[in-house]
C-alpha cells in the first residue's frame, strides 16, 4: 500500500483487501424489472444478476448459481490471481528494487574512493608546486 501511495494519482485511493470485500448491502440488489424481487441468483450464460422472475422471462434454459456462491468463488479466484501475481510480478520487482538499491550502494562507494583518490593525487602534485 506505501507503494501505491508513492505515485500522486493514487494517493487519495483507498485500498480494500480482498478478502475484506463483501456483497453490497442488499437494498441495492433489488431487480430493475421486477421492483420487488431480490437479485438472489447470478446467470452465469449471460454473466449478470437475476430475480427468480427473470429466470423464468429473461433467462430461461440459462446456467444459474446462487449470488452467495458466485460470489465465494469470484473471491477464490481473485485471491489465486493476486498470489499468481505476486509470484510472477511483484516478488521479482521487489527483487530487482533490491538489486537497483544495493548496486546505488556500491556505485555511492566507488565514488567516494574515487574522489578520495583524486583528491589524495591532487594533494600530492599541489605540495610539490
Do not use: W
Amino acid at each position: 500500500s506505501d507503494d501505491h501511495n508513492r505515485y500522486k494519482p493514487f494517493t487519495k485511493h483507498k485500498l480494500t483487501p480482498v478478502v475484506e470485500m463483501t456483497v453490497p448491502p442488499k437494498a441495492s440488489l433489488m431487480c430493475g424489472k421486477h421492483k420487488k424481487n431480490e437479485l438472489r441468483l447470478f446467470c452465469s450464460s449471460c454473466q449478470v444478476l437475476v430475480c427468480d422472475d427473470c429466470t423464468i422471462k429473461y433467462h430461461k434454459n440459462h446456467d444459474y448459481d446462487v449470488l452467495e456462491q458466485t460470489a465465494d468463488d469470484q473471491r477464490a479466484a481473485l485471491r489465486e490471481q493476486a498470489d499468481q501475481l505476486e509470484l510472477q510480478a511483484i516478488t521479482p520487482l521487489r527483487e530487482g528494487i533490491e538489486n537497483i538499491k544495493q548496486e546505488l550502494e556500491s556505485l555511492s562507494s566507488s565514488r567516494d574512493v574515487a574522489e578520495k583518490n583524486i583528491q589524495e593525487s591532487f594533494d600530492a602534485l599541489t605540495s610539490h608546486v
